[in-house]
């Protein structure tokens, strides 16, 4: 099964950016879709961005301006910058894989936006 590690998580102020990473252990394109999700104390999964294979990307109405979703095929990563971060984008976020080969996740990375 094609693995997805997530870094690039930690404690950053309101008002500041961060930039989550996705490694895929093989090739990105053994998945169609490509997506960030986050989940926070208490609440559901949600989906926060996707992009599929050919760059189509699609937005949370809650993060659209602040974050973007993003893709470097050569080296089988997946980003997600994140600007302009508030309160209540603290959550843990995940990666997910799916289309083609059989769903992924990540582990998960731990985001923190505290004064």
């Known amino acids: 099964q094609v693995q997805l590690v997530e870094s690039g998580g930690g404690l950053v102020q309101p008002g500041g950016s961060l930039r989550l990473s996705c490694a895929v252990s093989?090739?990105?394109?053994?998945?169609?879709?490509m997506g960030w999700y986050r989940q926070a104390p208490g609440k559901q999964r949600e989906l926060v961005a996707f992009i599929t294979s050919g760059s189509m990307t699609n937005y949370a109405d809650s993060v659209k301006g602040r974050f973007t979703i993003s893709r470097d095929n050569a080296k089988n990563t997946v980003h997600l910058q994140m600007n302009s971060l508030k309160p209540e984008d603290t959550a843990a976020y995940y990666c997910r894989g799916w289309g083609s080969a059989p769903e992924s996740w990540g582990q998960g990375t731990q985001v923190t936006v505290s004064s």
């Open positions: 093989g090739s990105i394109f053994s998945f169609a879709v």
